[in-house]
């Protein structure tokens, strides 16, 4: 659905990644990641793109964009109901994949450590109902460095963030301000809590 809303807004070059989770780890599936991102830069002729990623797709790219140099190819980033703090529903699958993502794990810890100021612009987007990512504020990309703007939406579940009208409406609007269209949302520093209308 967001691919369809994006291509509505006038946005002509939206692709998509699909992977499989289980068993391969943040730093492996985020290696998938790049080779996407590169496939689209050479397919758009883009030097930098933007990138919008949802649960674990916004730590893998938070992984590509610090551990893999990804801020030299990424303009925008948004992540929509990501566990940037790691999430304790992690601990109900005994996997590589569901381990990095428990609070504290390495993968959380070392992300954490390694915010540094670049010139992506980051997004998060959450929720106070997302039943996935607990606790909810663990969504929020409070990393002072990085100059995250967080979009609080309530009342949405973990999947309902990808389908809501109004996170729809709220991705668009961040990507066009990157873009330079309309008004500019909100500026990259200092971080900011926007709740969209």
Same mark, same amino acid.
């Given at each position: 659905?967001?691919?369809?809303?994006?291509?509505?807004?006038?946005?002509?070059?939206?692709?998509?990644?699909?992977?499989?989770?289980?068993?391969?780890?943040?730093?492996?599936?985020?290696?998938?990641?790049?080779?996407?991102?590169?496939?689209?830069?050479?397919?758009?002729?883009?030097?930098?793109?933007?990138?919008?990623?949802?649960? %674990?797709?916004?730590?893998? &790219?938070?992984?590509?964009?610090? @551990?893999?140099? !990804?801020?030299?190819?990424? +303009?925008?980033? $948004?992540?929509?109901?990501?566990?940037?703090?790691?999430?304790?529903?992690?601990?109900?699958?005994?996997?590589?994949?569901?381990?990095?993502?428990?609070?504290?794990?390495?993968?959380?810890?070392?992300?954490?450590?390694?915010?540094?100021?670049?010139?992506?612009?980051?997004?998060?987007?959450?929720?106070?109902?997302?039943?996935?990512?607990?606790?909810?504020?663990?969504?929020? %990309?409070?990393?002072?460095? &990085?100059?995250?703007?967080?979009? @609080?939406?309530? !009342?949405?579940?973990?999947? +309902?963030?990808? $389908?809501?009208?109004?996170?729809?409406?709220?991705?668009?609007?961040?990507?066009?301000?990157?873009?330079?269209?309309?008004?500019?949302?909100?500026?990259?520093?200092?971080?900011?809590?926007?709740?969209?209308?």
């Amino acid at each position: 659905m967001l691919d369809r809303h994006l291509r509505r807004a006038g946005f002509t070059s939206v692709h998509r990644l699909n992977y499989v989770p289980r068993g391969n780890g943040v730093p492996r599936l985020a290696e998938k990641l790049a080779r996407r991102v590169e496939e689209v830069r050479a397919l758009t002729g883009a030097d930098r793109i933007h990138v919008v990623g949802h649960s %674990l797709g916004g730590i893998l &790219l938070r992984w590509y964009v610090q @551990e893999m140099g !990804g801020e030299q190819t990424v +303009a925008a980033a $948004i992540t929509l109901g990501s566990p940037h703090e790691g999430t304790v529903m992690a601990y109900l699958w005994p996997e590589r994949t569901a381990r990095h993502l428990r609070p504290g794990s390495w993968v959380i810890e070392r992300l954490a450590a390694g915010a540094r100021p670049s010139p992506v612009r980051w997004v998060a987007v959450w929720s106070d109902a997302d039943e996935l990512v607990r606790p909810t504020t663990a969504a929020r %990309l409070r990393a002072p460095a &990085l100059g995250a703007t967080n979009i @609080e939406v309530h !009342g949405l579940g973990h999947l +309902a963030l990808m $389908i809501s009208p109004k996170v729809l409406r709220a991705v668009t609007a961040q990507l066009e301000a990157a873009e330079g269209v309309g008004v500019e949302v909100t500026p990259l520093t200092p971080p900011a809590d926007v709740r969209p209308a």
